[in-house]
């Protein structure tokens, strides 16, 4: 299963940062791609960005390009999203889920572990 926490606070002003982690127990980590996905109140869970198993590739949608990354550690069982230059609509709860394939872990439907989500706000 995975689990994802909070490196630092999950408040955070308009333009600024926070760094995620979503680390995994009970599986081969390597052996999943990583998907990170986000839930905004009344609204359905949409996919963010996504790593594969060794994190050579990795997609981001649109909306988070050049302010989101993701990275992972595999020794260390843990894939790293980080956020930068925040907004308010990027407010949601935060979830990562592992999969077989890169493909995989970018659709809600492929995801075969889901991590327990973590609420991010940010303030105007």
């Known amino acids: 299963r995975c689990s994802c926490r909070r490196l630092g606070g999950g408040l955070v002003q308009a333009g600024g940062s926070l760094r995620l982690s979503c680390a995994a127990s009970g599986h081969t980590f390597s052996d999943y791609a990583v998907g990170w996905f986000r839930q905004a109140p009344g609204k359905e869970r949409e996919f963010v960005a996504a790593i594969s198993w060794g994190g050579g590739s990795t997609y981001y949608e649109d909306f988070v390009k050049g302010r989101f990354t993701i990275s992972r550690d595999n020794a260390k069982n843990t894939v790293y999203p980080q956020m930068n230059s925040l907004k308010p609509e990027d407010a949601a709860v935060y979830y990562c889920?592992?999969?077989?394939?890169?493909?995989?872990?970018?659709?809600?439907?492929?995801?075969?572990?889901w991590g327990k989500g973590t609420l991010v706000t940010v303030s105007s």
């Open positions: 889920g592992a999969a077989l394939t890169l493909r995989a872990a970018m659709l809600y439907s492929g995801v075969d572990y």
